[in-house]
């Protein structure tokens, strides 16, 4: 964590298809607790791929200048929860009027939590890495699951309006993955199975790996519907 701040290690100024139906910009957070061999960006989430931080400063000065142009941001990474500044960034944000969205891992369900309380967030995407018993070999470091059944729970529970997503990954996941994420998640609002992209990968093993078809990605989005009524998916 840094102290009283951020760490942004890059800055995306406009997007049409993140904040779902919204004009965003994107902060890109320094830092991850998860190794996730198949993440597309190690320049986040490896110490020694970070780039100097783009000063705070200067996103704030941009947001101040881009009101009423653009309607939201959205907070990624890495993992933006890890970043002691958070709630101070955002509420600073927010005060200009922007919508806030938040992509977590869901590894810290007191955060997420605080950040509803506090009415900072407006949107989360919460990744749904694998099925539980498989969570800490997917994610390439040992995790706390019950803190991604709290994160869940609080989640569907509490916040204003969310989407869970898994990246689909060769490898790991398999129909019966998907049959138990879809009970892990069930009766939530909406998820998003994606395929994943390996030009740029954390580990070199999954570096030029072959994605699962249209029909594969369709068939695992049958699976979840059976708990969760809307499915999409990005291929």
């Known amino acids: ?19 779902p139906g919204k004009t965003c910009a994107i902060i890109f957070t320094q830092g991850c607790n998860f190794r996730c061999p198949y993440c597309h960006n190690p320049e986040l989430v490896l110490p020694h791929l970070f780039e100097p931080p783009i000063p705070v400063s200067n996103v704030l000065s941009f947001l101040k200048k881009r009101k009423g142009l653009l309607e939201a941001v959205e907070l990624t990474g890495g993992e933006p929860t890890m970043q002691e500044g958070l709630l101070k960034t955002i509420k600073q944000i927010k005060k200009m009027g922007y919508l806030i969205k938040i992509d977590s891992n869901g590894s810290n369900p007191d955060i997420i939590k605080k950040l509803i309380d506090e009415q900072l967030v407006d949107y ?103 708990n969760v009524k809307h499915c999409y998916l990005r291929i």
Do not use: W
């Not at 964590?1 to 904040?19: A, P, V």
């Open 1 to 19: 964590m840094i102290k009283n701040t951020i760490s942004i290690g890059g800055f995306n100024k406009f997007s049409l298809i993140d904040y």
């Open 124 to 226: 989360f995407a919460v990744d749904i890495k694998a099925p539980l018993e498989n969570y800490s070999e997917v994610c390439g470091t040992i995790v706390d699951t019950n803190k991604i059944s709290e994160s869940i729970n609080i989640i569907m529970q509490y916040a204003p309006d969310y989407e869970f997503r898994t990246t689909a990954i060769k490898k790991i996941h398999t129909k019966d993955s998907f049959r138990k994420i879809g009970l892990l998640i069930k009766g939530a609002k909406r998820y998003y199975l994606q395929n994943a992209h390996y030009d740029k990968t954390v580990s070199e093993k999954f570096k030029n790996e072959k994605a699962f078809s249209k029909e594969e990605m369709h068939a695992f989005c049958e699976e979840i519907k059976k």
